[in-house]
């Protein structure tokens, strides 16, 4: 009795030794399988979404990622080439890469040793990537390993005086960073969306150029007096472009020349949306800043318009 | 603690010098930890100031909003589902627990007897797991600080402290405690580490001492006596005795050395005394002559060692004893009290360690 005894205790305890312990390779093999689930139940949803039925709500996200913690200031989201989310603090240069279909933070680094300042948006062009200050300092850098600090370049586009930047795209055919201005200084412009573009590897002359466009022309049927955009991007799928505004929780989809494509308000739920990315693959996604719930990412099912002209 | 105890002789070959011995207890500690380490790897995140970097590496899964699932990602304890945040906690508390040890070992033993405070040792111990238990809580939530603060602000407590240097032993506890909390064991391990030898050196050498006030050692006492010898191979630190003592203190001290000398007989012998009968009685010459019957009758060999003679208040007789084997000290006393019950106050015997580990043994 007394052996079988023992016999049960060393079973118990290896088995318990081997169950807990919680090596790198097991974690691994974990994360990776809960990856897979995740993207199954995401792709179901999202062709739930593509056959919408009586029941379905499509204000509601496919997925909500909650963000740890340390990134409760999301501000700026970007895609990459190979469908990863590049998202950064508000206040740390510290940049977050993200996995959105499986909901996986994949690693972290910061410029240089993590300089603080008030970081707005971010976006990739090509191997670079840019992120831009509210004073218009723009940032350029690559992106670097886990945990890693990376080496980047400051160029001050002197603007900060007549815009305060929020958001920031790269248009990849016309090789432009295109700038919205949430607040424009200049007081013949106040009812005019004020928009900033910077030509990478222009001349002097030709490197920046500014357009404007009334208010009147973008927000649609809605009552926005102004606007004052959180961040942009491009709608990969017509090239046209996405913003978003915190302050009107507006969405606005505009062509490729500002002109109106679509304006209206954002799904509920976002207290404070702060970055917008769309995938190749038609999901939307927007980040909103920790407020009185967590900080996260939202993913919805985008359905893109046809492209309505050219670049001018 | 007698676990730890043993565990410490056999890394220190039953040595007390305190330096040694807590060279052992780290050294103890570091091999645990280590242990432990290669079993659960993750647990080294909790010891390698993960808290204060703020920065983890490798993949992580973030929270599904949606159905909750994944590991969780909470504003409040950050990343770490219930289990996570259970385990990490166990371990915080035991880590500030086995880090504080050391520390109430030094303060006790460097505590002077008229400044040793019992709830100074025990807050010690119970301050930095209730400072890291709060930080846990309140990391990473501003709301939560602010109630706490309010929590606290309304429990009012004041105590003043005899001794500035309890005040440092206290500070360390809490800073232990905040490096627990923000789950940073290694550095909280360190500071404790270096608290422990900074003091013990500073002991040492009588580190900022004016000769015109009582030295460290008049105040110090216990296991750390030992460190004021200049050259290390003195048990009583002779300097610290010359400057504290008057000629006649010295005398009446020599005269007691003398006397124990004689009493614990030669080198690399056993003692020839291995108790101390202690009698208080109002009438000292008969209830010497009936102590004595009963010595005679009992003691392998016995010697009144001093009278004190008290006025309004029993005198005190002390014999140093050592007992027949037979006999043991419950039977010796009954018999003291029978043979001069009318005439003593009271009788008890102090028997020495080695005799009392005999006992144990039998028993």
Not at chain 1, 156 to 162: A, P, T
Not at chain 2, 264 to 284: H, N
Request: net charge neutral; with cysteine; proline share 4%.
């Amino acid at each position: 009795m007394r052996t079988w005894g023992a016999a049960a205790l060393f079973i118990g305890v290896t088995a318990v030794t081997f169950g807990c312990s919680d090596n790198t390779r097991g974690g691994a093999l974990q994360l990776k399988a809960l990856g897979r689930t995740r993207e199954r139940e995401l792709a179901a949803r999202l062709a739930k979404a593509d056959k919408p039925d009586k029941k379905s709500d499509e204000s509601k996200p496919v997925a909500v990622w909650i963000m740890p913690p340390e990134l409760r200031e999301i501000s700026g989201l970007a895609l990459t080439a190979d469908g990863r989310v590049l998202a950064h603090d508000d206040e740390v240069a510290k940049i977050y890469v993200i996995d959105p279909k499986r909901g996986i933070m994949l690693k972290q680094f910061t410029l240089g040793t993590g300089m603080r300042a008030d970081f707005e948006s971010i976006t990739e062009a090509g191997s670079d990537i840019y992120m831009l200050a509210s004073n218009g300092v723009l940032y350029q850098f690559q992106e670097g390993a886990d945990g890693s600090g990376v080496p980047y370049s400051a160029n001050d586009l002197h603007l900060g005086k007549e815009c305060e930047f929020e958001s920031m795209v790269y248009q990849a055919d016309s090789n432009w960073l295109v700038m919205p201005c949430k607040n424009a200084r200049d007081k013949t412009l106040e009812h005019n969306l004020v928009i900033y573009r910077w030509k990478i590897g222009g001349t002097a002359d030709n490197r920046l150029s500014m357009v404007s466009v009334p208010f009147a022309q973008l927000v649609g049927n809605n009552k926005w007096k102004s606007l004052h955009p959180s961040d942009i991007t491009i709608d990969p799928a017509t090239g046209n472009f996405v913003m978003i505004s915190s302050h009107e929780n507006a969405l606005i989809e505009m062509t490729r020349n500002f002109g109106l494509v679509r304006a209206e308000k954002l799904p509920p739920g976002h207290n404070q949306p702060e970055g917008v990315a769309i995938t190749k693959d038609g999901i939307l996604m927007i980040s909103d800043e920790a407020t009185r719930k967590p900080a996260d990412i939202s993913l919805y099912r985008w359905h893109p318009t046809q492209p309505t002209d050219t670049i001018q | 603690m007698p676990v730890l105890a043993s565990v410490i002789d056999v890394f220190t070959r039953g040595s007390d010098r305190p330096v040694r011995r807590l060279v052992a207890y780290y050294l103890f500690l570091g091999l645990v930890a280590f242990g432990v380490a290669l079993v659960f790897p993750r647990l080294i995140e909790l010891l390698a100031g993960k808290g204060l970097e703020g920065m983890p590496g490798g993949e992580k899964a973030l929270q599904d909003g949606l159905t909750g699932g994944g590991s969780a990602a909470s504003s409040v304890f950050g990343p770490g589902g219930l289990g996570d945040i259970a385990i990490s906690t166990l371990v915080i508390l035991i880590g500030t627990l086995l880090l504080m040890l050391p520390v109430s070992w030094v303060y006790m033993s460097a505590r002077s007897v008229q400044g040793h405070s019992q709830s100074v040792v025990q807050t010690l111990i119970i301050l930095p797991l209730v400072v890291a238990g709060i930080i846990i809580i309140v990391q990473n939530s501003l709301a939560l600080a602010f109630s706490l603060a309010g929590v606290v602000g309304a429990v009012r407590f004041r105590t003043n402290l005899k001794d500035t240097r309890d005040l440092v032993f206290v500070f360390l506890s809490i800073a232990v405690g905040f490096a627990a909390g923000v789950q940073s064991i290694a550095v909280g391990a360190l500071l404790s580490m270096f608290f422990n030898f900074v003091l013990i050196l500073t002991w040492r050498y009588d580190y900022g001492r004016n000769l015109l006030t009582p030295t460290a050692s008049s105040q110090w006492t216990g296991p750390l006596q030992s460190l004021a010898s200049e050259t290390g191979q003195h048990d009583v630190p002779d300097r610290d005795l010359i400057l504290s003592l008057t000629p006649e203190n010295a005398d009446v001290l020599a005269h007691r050395f003398g006397r124990v000398s004689e009493a614990l007989g030669s080198k690399k012998k056993k003692p020839r005394f291995d108790s101390v009968l202690t009698v208080a009685t109002d009438e000292v010459t008969r209830a010497q002559d009936a102590v004595q019957k009963v010595l005679d009758s009992n003691a392998k060999r016995s010697k009144l060692d001093e009278v004190i003679v008290n006025t309004g208040k029993p005198s005190v007789l002390y014999y140093l004893v050592k007992l027949k084997k037979s006999v043991t000290r419950d039977e010796f006393l009954t018999e003291v009290q029978s043979e001069a019950g009318g005439l003593i106050t009271s009788a008890d015997l102090e028997i020495g360690e080695r005799i009392r580990e005999e006992d144990t043994s039998k028993a």
